[in-house]
C-alpha cells in the first residue's frame, strides 16, 4: 500500500512567485494534514480537512497561503506570493479516523524562497 | 497554551545509551509520541505512550512518561551511527482536531 506522498519534494523559487505543493493521502483516509518546519523550529500545524472540508486551519499563517481537497483526495497548499519566511519544510499527514492513534506523514517538500 | 520543548543537540558515543528528553504543557494529552526524521527523509513514527502509561520499551527503545511533571524521554540502548537523526518529540489530544504539537526535535549525533 502507498504511503502519504507529496510533490514536490524539493522547490526553490523566487519572492513573489507562486507554488502550489500537493499532497495524495493514503487511500481511503478522509482526514488530512498540512504541517510545517520553518528552520530550526518546531513543526506546526497549518490545517486538517475531513474529506473536502476544512475542519480547522486555525494555524494558517496568512492570506498567502491556500489549502484546497476538491473531491476529498489528494490536496494542493498554494502560496502566493511567496515570501522568504516561507521557507521550510512542509508535511503532510493522513489518517483514516480523526482520533486514530497515529496520522501517517509524507517525506516533506522543502521549499526554499530566495 | 500547547507547548512542547526540547533540547536542539545531543551527542553521544556508539554503543552508548542516549536520552532525549521533552516537556509538554498540556495535561489533557492523550497520546505522546517520538517521531524520527532521518537526513532527506519524512517523519517516521518510532513509539508512542498513552498518557495513563507509566512506561513502554520496545526493543532497544525504552520512553518513560512522568505525567505529574509533564515530562517526557526516549531511551535508545547501544546507540549505533544509523541512529543519527532528529527526533520529534509529540503530544495529542482527543478533542478538537486531534492535531499534533511537536517540539523543535533533538539533533542527535552518533561518532564512531
Known amino acids: 500500500e502507498a504511503g502519504v506522498t507529496q510533490f514536490p519534494s524539493h522547490s526553490v523559487i523566487e519572492k513573489g512567485q507562486t507554488v502550489t505543493l500537493r499532497c495524495d493521502p493514503i487511500s481511503g483516509h478522509d482526514n488530512l494534514y498540512w504541517y510545517r518546519r520553518v528552520m530550526g523550529k518546531e513543526i506546526k500545524f497549518l490545517l486538517h480537512f475531513v474529506k473536502e472540508s476544512k475542519q480547522d486551519e486555525s494555524g494558517m499563517p496568512n492570506n498567502r497561503f491556500l489549502a484546497e481537497r476538491t473531491g476529498g483526495t489528494y490536496s494542493t497548499l498554494k502560496v502566493q506570493p511567496a515570501e522568504l519566511e516561507d521557507s521550510g519544510v512542509y508535511f503532510c499527514a493522513s489518517s483514516q479516523v480523526q482520533d486514530s492513534t497515529e496520522a501517517f506523514f509524507g517525506q516533506g517538500t522543502r521549499l526554499t524562497v530566495v | 497554551g500547547e507547548d512542547v520543548e526540547q533540547s536542539l543537540f545531543l551527542s553521544v558515543r556508539e554503543g552508548d545509551s542516549s536520552v532525549i528528553n521533552c516537556t509538554y504543557t498540556?495535561?489533557?494529552?492523550?497520546?505522546l509520541y517520538w517521531y524520527k526524521q532521518e537526513p532527506g527523509a519524512g517523519l517516521q513514527l518510532l513509539t508512542y505512550i498513552f498518557s495513563n502509561m507509566d512506561m513502554k520499551q520496545d526493543q532497544r527503545l525504552t520512553v518513560l512518561l512522568n505525567k505529574k511533571d509533564k515530562h517526557l524521554s526516549l531511551r535508545i540502548a547501544d546507540t549505533q551511527t544509523g541512529d543519527s537523526a532528529i527526533y520529534f518529540c509529540a503530544e495529542r489530544g482527543l478533542g478538537g482536531t486531534y492535531k499534533y504539537i511537536f517540539g523543535t526535535g533533538t539533533r542527535l549525533k552518533v561518532l564512531a
Open positions: 498540556d495535561s489533557s494529552s492523550t497520546y
